[in-house]
């Protein structure tokens, strides 16, 4: 898979630290590149900006804390919401998780099933999803990087994790400490109690301050 459509594409080779061998991504050039391929008048179109193409470093600092072992020792079955290029759910998989990748942008899951097909890794772990509805099973564990950067996410993302997840079951998501996520938060710490603990991930030489949030269902 060199292409995405009419876009070519651009491999990149990760090692993360503790993690044996190395990965494989394939992404778009630049998330610029995809606006060019959007209809700007179309329903939704703000609704639509291509941000999975980027590897942010949340998605870094999640796989990053993955690897380091301070997830759940026994995730169960989980998911990865908004999973972009993959990488989380792909670090997650190498670990030995039961876990499948979800998008709501068929290109994203394109590409993430492609990914997983370049790390030797099954492409049928990844759905496409719209947390709008309702979830497709229960899960003990859902992962996710930098999806709480717009205030009408938390009504629906709220609705969703309820439904979706297990009794006893937590998410854990990662993200910069957006003003907009206060606003996030707000409505989940109304049936989850949620910590917050701080972390780290290097990107291109530059180190960017970030945090982890847990959510467990309240009783």
């Known amino acids: 898979m060199s292409r995405l459509g009419e876009l070519p594409l651009r491999a990149q080779t990760l090692r993360l630290p503790g993690l044996p061998g190395a990965l494989r991504l394939l992404r778009p050039p630049s998330v610029d590149s995809l606006l060019e391929t959007l209809d700007a008048e179309a329903p939704g179109a703000e609704e639509r900006i291509p941000y ?27 998911l990865e919401l908004g999973c ?45 999803l719209d947390w709008n509805g309702p ?11 930098d999806i709480l950067y717009e205030r ?31 606003a996030c938060l707000a409505r989940l710490g109304a049936d989850f109690a949620i910590a917050i603990r701080p972390l780290r991930a290097r ?12 959510l467990a269902r309240r009783a």
């Open 52 to 78: 999975w193409a980027e590897l942010w470093p949340s998605s870094l600092a999640l796989a990053g804390w993955l690897i380091g072992g301070r997830g759940p020792r026994r995730p169960g079955p989980a």
């Open 84 to 128: 972009g290029l993959g990488l989380a759910g792909l670090v997650a998989l190498r670990l030995g998780w039961d876990i499948e990748l979800a998008d709501r942008d068929p290109q994203a899951c394109a590409l993430a099933r492609g990914n997983l097909a370049q790390n030797g890794l099954d492409p049928r772990r990844v759905r496409e």
């Open 135 to 145: 979830p497709p099973a229960r899960y003990a564990t859902l992962i996710a990087a």
């Open 152 to 182: 009408a996410f938390a009504e629906p993302l709220a609705r969703f994790l309820a439904a979706a997840l297990l009794p006893g079951g937590r998410a854990y998501f990662v993200e910069p400490g957006r003003p907009v996520a206060e």
């Open 203 to 214: 990107v291109d030489g530059r180190w960017h301050s970030l945090r982890l949030i847990a």
